[in-house]
């Protein structure tokens, strides 16, 4: 038993490093050959590796993968080892579990589960080391020690381990298991090594993938246009792989077309050749894949040699020496091209099923780049159809996309317009009218002596303002003649009641009557005389300040006043839109609502509520036109009568449906009627 590294010789120790850091074939064979070393290193009776999986209830627990010195070794996918040839096997399914959770080696009694190192000696040890992970660098970097207490491997917080090793013992002493637990941790510590080759090799092959794409894209970006790209690409190509001829094709409307031959600036489409080259490109189209012409063995590459070649055969017919190869060229989860190349057998550097894989690798990088460059070529409405073509192609499939897709959007369409309800609008001119106005005339014939202050259209004035005066000249001296006569008529009356005589009594008293009524008729005309203002509002017509001192006849309109804070506006509705429901009443009636937009304004709505329909239509242009007058619920400052507005109203929900065929309908109603 191997207890201290002092007892190690050299020469084993070197033949036990040798077999680890020798390169394993795959990751099993690298497990067994750990595990065994270790075991063996260890003088352990027996050596699990447990890995963490859930549960049947879904909790996380430690099954083991596999087992030494045991024959039932089996992929993880089996199930791994049976848990019946463990060596108690609840006591390391649990200190698996611990290293597993905690990331640190540990060491438990076969009595217990907390480190035995105080008190009677243990019957054994199970040593539990934490396999390396990402977040640890190791499994020995953060181990417990069997002097480390628990307290302080939990202060390390250390990150969950991908598994465990842990080795079955005699009972040891504490020097011993810390020399064992040291060499076990020393040991694991070759896993990196193993990952490392693993991936040193893939990095290679990337890496040489990578740098044949990166000198092909730098290619390709030269070129000017597309056609160009694809020329230099397969000269590329052609001069890299020792190929006789590399062509590449497009596909369009699921087929292959060449459009660059490697060493051919112009080609013949309609040539045998030709024909024959987009027939192989368009076998490997059909099967997505690589096609390679001889066909290795199914053993050799299980795709290539199950391939289906017949074009491919035709291809090469002219020459048994000629190897055939086609190779996808994929973008987007599609197939946007093949590339296809001829080469000689004896070449050397042709393509051959080892290094098929690598090209397709490289042809994956480089498509997306040439399907950008093929865009950028197309012209505006055709880059804007592709856009279309590709954003739906997985929506409805990659087969005649555009016709599904202008399927679906009217189908879609229509459900949406049946579906669909929205307030029926009736649209119509309109024109502002104030809610109230007074038209002021000329009270009398007489000639204009002076305007008031406010005598102007848009001032504002006030119920009594003065704003007319006329001259009163004449009307004083008829009015001081008339009383003249008055007083003449009073005294012969009063002279004739004296000399009893009652007919000259009679006749002076009508003559006193007849001025009488003439003194009345000169004392109107003079209160009239001064026109006043009959409401509060705005004077909206009207200038006489060319008038002064001129004369008008009685009945001549002088002024226009109306308050602009209440506002009408008059809609001309055409007679089709006087809607009637099921029932014949009109959908548009006193107290439906709509907005109006003038055209001063166009970008403000203001809401109307319906007062009244004018019953007796108006001709125009044709039409019959009824007035709708409707009250401006909140006008604004700035509105003015006689401003034309775009008037909106209301005439119930419909479906989208019903408001766009509805004048169509009603015309051809009256046609088949």
Same mark, same amino acid.
């Given at each position: 038993m191997i207890t201290d590294v002092k007892e190690v010789s050299a020469a084993p120790w070197q033949r036990l490093v040798a077999e680890l850091a020798s390169p394993a074939p795959d990751d099993r064979v690298f497990l067994d050959r750990l595990l065994r070393v270790i075991g063996q290193v260890a003088a352990a009776r027996q050596a699990v590796v447990f890995v963490p999986m859930s549960g049947e209830r879904g909790e996380l627990v430690a099954r083991p993968l596999a087992v030494w010195p045991a024959p039932s070794v089996e992929g993880a996918g089996?199930?791994?080892?049976?848990?019946?040839?463990?060596?108690?096997?609840?006591?390391?399914?649990?200190?698996?579990?611990?290293?597993?959770?905690?990331?640190?080696?540990?060491?438990?009694?076969?009595?217990?589960?907390?480190?035995?190192?105080?008190? %009677?000696?243990?019957?054994?040890?199970?040593?539990?080391?934490?396999?390396?992970?990402?977040?640890?660098?190791?499994?020995? %970097?953060?181990?417990?020690?069997?002097?480390?207490?628990?307290?302080?491997?939990?202060?390390?917080?250390l990150a969950p381990s991908p598994g465990a090793i842990c080795l079955l013992v005699e009972a040891r002493s504490r020097p011993a298991l810390q020399s064992s637990l040291a060499m076990v941790e020393v040991l694991v510590g070759y896993i990196h090594l193993h990952a490392a080759r693993g991936q040193i090799k893939r990095a290679l092959s990337t890496a040489a993938a990578a740098d044949s794409a990166a000198k092909l894209l730098g290619?390709?970006?030269?070129?000017?246009?597309?056609?160009?790209?694809?020329?230099?690409?397969?000269?590329?190509?052609?001069?890299?792989?020792?190929?006789?001829?590399? %062509?590449?094709?497009?596909?369009?409307?699921?087929?292959?077309?060449?459009v660059a031959i490697s060493d051919t600036e112009n080609f013949n489409r309609q040539t045998a050749m030709i024909k024959r080259l987009e027939a192989a490109m368009d076998e490997c189209l059909d099967q997505d894949h690589a096609v390679m012409y001889p066909a290795p063995s199914a053993e050799t590459d299980a795709v290539l040699g199950r391939a289906i070649v017949y074009c491919h055969r035709e291809l090469g017919t002219a020459d048994q020496h000629l190897r055939v190869c086609s190779v996808p060229l994929r973008h987007n989860d599609q197939t946007v091209g093949v590339i296809t190349f001829e080469t000689k057998a004896s070449t050397t550097t042709g393509i051959d099923p080892s290094v098929v894989e690598r090209v397709q690798a490289v042809m994956d990088l480089v498509a997306p780049v040439l399907s950008v460059r093929r865009r950028d070529d197309l012209p505006w409405a055709l880059r804007t159809l592709e856009s279309a073509r590709t954003g739906g192609a997985w929506l409805v499939g990659p087969r005649h996309t555009l016709w599904k897709l202008a399927a679906l959007v009217l189908m879609t369409a229509l459900i949406a317009c049946a579906v669909i309800h929205t307030t029926h609008r009736v649209g119509a001119l309109a024109e502002l009218r104030p809610v109230e106005k007074r038209i002021i005339a000329a009270p009398l014939d007489g000639v204009i002596r002076a305007l008031g202050p406010g005598a102007k259209a848009g001032e504002q004035v006030k119920a009594g303002d003065v704003l007319v005066e006329f001259d009163t000249a004449e009307l004083k001296l008829q009015l001081q003649d008339a009383l003249s006569r008055l007083s003449q008529a009073e005294k012969s009356r009063a002279q004739a009641m004296k000399d009893a005589k009652p007919s000259e009594a009679a006749r002076a008293q009508a003559q006193g009557e007849a001025a009488q009524a003439?003194?009345?008729?000169?004392?109107?005309?003079?209160?009239?005389?001064?026109?006043?203002?009959?409401?509060?509002?705005?004077?909206?017509?009207?200038?006489?300040?060319?008038?002064i001192g001129a004369s008008v006849k009685l009945g001549d309109e002088l002024f226009q006043i109306a308050p602009l804070d209440r506002m009408l506006a008059v809609v001309r509705l055409d007679e089709s839109d006087l809607l009637l429901d099921a029932e014949g009443k009109p959908l548009i009636a006193p107290g439906s609502k709509g907005?109006?937009?003038?055209?001063?304004?166009?970008?403000?709505?203001?809401?109307?509520?319906?007062?009244?329909?004018?019953?007796?239509?108006?001709?125009?242009?044709?039409?019959?036109?009824?007035?709708?007058?409707?009250?401006?619920?909140?006008?604004?400052?700035?509105?003015?009568?006689?401003?034309?507005?775009?008037?909106?109203?209301?005439?119930?929900?419909?479906?989208?449906?019903?408001?766009?065929t509805r004048k169509v309908v009603d015309a051809v109603r009256l046609w088949w009627w």
């Open positions: 089996g199930g791994g080892a049976q848990p019946s040839a463990i060596l108690h096997s609840e006591d390391a399914a649990r200190a698996a579990y611990a290293a597993i959770e905690s990331g640190a080696s540990r060491v438990f009694n076969l009595t217990g589960d907390s480190p035995g190192y105080e008190g %009677a000696p243990p019957a054994g040890h199970i040593l539990a080391v934490a396999l390396p992970s990402e977040q640890t660098g190791g499994g020995g %970097a953060g181990a417990q020690s069997p002097a480390q207490s628990p307290a302080a491997a939990q202060q390390q917080k290619i390709v970006n030269d070129a000017r246009t597309f056609k160009g790209a694809c020329i230099q690409l397969v000269n590329d190509l052609a001069r890299r792989f020792g190929a006789d001829r590399v %062509a590449l094709s497009w596909v369009k409307n699921e087929a292959c077309k060449v003439q003194i009345e008729l000169y004392r109107s005309r003079l209160e009239r005389a001064t026109v006043i203002a009959p409401i509060d509002g705005t004077v909206i017509t009207g200038n006489l300040t060319d008038k907005t109006i937009a003038t055209r001063s304004s166009p970008g403000a709505g203001f809401s109307v509520t319906v007062q009244r329909i004018v019953p007796m239509a108006q001709a125009s242009d044709g039409k019959n036109l009824f007035e709708v007058w409707t009250s401006v619920d909140q006008p604004a400052a700035w509105m003015r009568p006689g401003m034309e507005a775009v008037a909106r109203l209301d005439s119930g929900n419909r479906s989208l449906m019903w408001i766009g």
